[in-house]
């Protein structure tokens, strides 16, 4: 593998690459086994070099339509389509590499070992010479900010690097259309300026046409020129940013769309004395595979506490938080689980059986597709009642319940790999809550989530706060740390962690 050498951005797409022109006509889709379309009726031309910001409420089909213009919709489950999509008069399933797709879940794009060879491979499947193809690998990966070497092990890098290296390697391939499914959702603030400035140097380097999924509307306005929005029907509304949203601002908000100006509201909850302690780390030293990530950890969760763990990617968040879940053993330390946590059990969680331990503490994983399994929304609410022998009828209830709060109804027959981002995230949580833990512990709860649906979720947790429940959370999410209230402690350089915020 050639030595990482300097290279500028501008080479990640040379200003010849022929930008794409998209254009649905009648277009609809459904996936196998669903009643309801994803997406229909859609009529829409978007020219060559045009930049458009893709808005919708969660479950609007924002994601089915990127995955159809990558040609990749129905590779693997079926499904049924209505009208055209055509990419430069094309099917976008015989017009291959024309278009490049970040998907919400990076890793899923992750293929090979080194970081060096995963950005080279969709350049090396479109026949590029070899000499041509090292310069757009490092001139990829300046782009997005992943400073690391070439042969850097791809599974030690964070979420967040992950997806700063799906977008290098869609970046390297040159598409004439470049589409993301919110590629900033799992990243820090800074990281979120990073990849949106990178994303804006490579357009304006290439010319490149660009469709961008993102429920926060704030974050590509600086960079799109016109703004799409998706409803149940087709379109919703369509034009220049400014006027779109001056025009259909408060109609926006209503239907879920995170406008400026317009913040979702979350009911205030009176918040009872934190309990008796629950949790402890003692001189916690945490990593995966024997390397390790974070050291000099103390800290300890009460009874109807809220904590969020932020700081920068990579920083160890997650690593720790499964740590004290009990799903990675301590490399040093300790994590100490008190009587009301363990009920009678021994105080190391890691010893726990998977039995103990989903009734006592339930994990949210950054991932959600890494905890689905079975083939239906409903069965997958069944999954945590059946092995502790609760799927009665009030766990039958529970599980309705929260169907309807989450706004999952309408999926319950549906497979939970074929459902939007926010709707698989909002059915993580919902697989976690349904037996009732002690503790939760949650990654990037919100992402994915339209304003509606934020809100949905915000007032359940707030609603468990108040009933004694334990909330850990890793988040970027500002808006959601405020909202939810409690401690923050911050990860930053070095060890331990620091809490730049008391009760809030």
Do not use: Y
Request: proline share 8%; net charge neutral.
């Amino acid at each position: 593998m050639p030595s990482r050498q300097p290279v500028a951005p501008a080479a990640a797409g040379p200003a010849t690459t022929r930008p794409a022109r998209v254009r649905a006509q009648g277009w609809g889709w459904r996936h196998a086994g669903r009643r309801a379309w994803a997406l229909r009726g859609l009529d829409l031309v978007v020219e060559p070099g045009e930049r458009v910001l893709l808005l919708g409420a969660s479950g609007a089909g924002k994601s089915t339509l990127l995955h159809a213009l990558a040609g990749v919709l129905g590779d693997d489950e079926g499904g049924e389509e209505e009208g055209a999509l055509r990419l430069d008069g094309a099917r976008p399933r015989d017009a291959r590499g024309r278009a490049g797709l970040v998907l919400q879940d990076p890793e899923s794009q992750v293929i090979l070992a080194r970081v060096g060879d995963d950005v080279a491979f969709g350049c090396e499947n479109l026949g590029v010479p070899r000499e041509a193809i090292w310069p757009r690998v490092s001139a990829a990966l300046d782009a997005v900010g992943l400073d690391v070497p070439l042969d850097h092990p791809t599974e030690r890098l964070s979420g967040g690097q992950q997806q700063r290296l799906a977008l290098a390697g869609v970046l390297a391939m040159q598409p004439g259309v470049l589409l993301l499914d919110e590629p900033t959702a799992n990243l820090d603030p800074e990281g979120v300026t990073e990849v949106r400035d990178a994303v804006a140097r490579v357009l304006d380097a290439t010319g490149a046409t660009f469709l961008v999924v993102e429920h926060r509307v704030a974050t590509w306005l600086p960079v799109v020129d016109r703004v799409v929005v998706l409803g149940p029907d087709g379109l919703l509304a369509d034009g220049p940013p400014a006027e779109v949203l001056a025009r259909t601002g408060p109609a926006l908000a209503a239907a879920g769309i995170w406008v400026p100006d317009h913040p979702p509201r979350v009911p205030a909850r009176p918040r009872p004395a934190p309990g008796p302690p629950l949790l402890g780390a003692e001189a916690l030293a945490v990593g995966r595979a024997g390397r390790l990530v974070r050291s000099g950890v103390d800290l300890e969760l009460a009874a109807g506490a809220s904590v969020a763990l932020t700081g920068r990617n990579g920083a160890g968040k997650s690593t720790l938080a499964l740590t004290l879940a009990g799903l990675l053993d301590p490399l040093a330390g300790r994590v100490r689980a008190h009587p009301a946590l363990a009920r009678g059990l021994g105080d190391r969680p890691h010893g726990w059986r998977s039995r103990e331990l989903v009734s006592r503490v339930g994990v949210v994983f950054q991932e959600p597709e890494h905890q689905f399994l079975t083939a239906s929304v409903q069965a997958e609410l069944e999954v945590g009642l059946r092995a502790t022998r609760r799927l009665d009828a009030a766990g039958r209830a529970r599980v309705a319940e929260l169907l309807a709060r989450l706004r999952l109804e309408g999926l319950a027959r549906a497979n939970p790999f074929t459902l939007s981002g926010g709707e698989k995230r909002r059915l993580s949580v919902a697989t976690v809550l349904v037996t009732s833990p002690d503790l939760l512990v949650l990654d990037e709860p919100t992402f994915g989530q339209d304003a509606l649906t934020w809100a949905g979720l915000v007032d359940l947790l707030g609603a468990l706060l108040a009933e004694g429940r334990t909330v850990l959370s890793v988040t970027h999410d500002r808006a959601f740390v405020d909202a939810l209230g409690g401690t923050e402690l911050v990860l930053g350089p070095g060890d331990g962690v620091r809490a730049p915020a008391a009760a809030r």
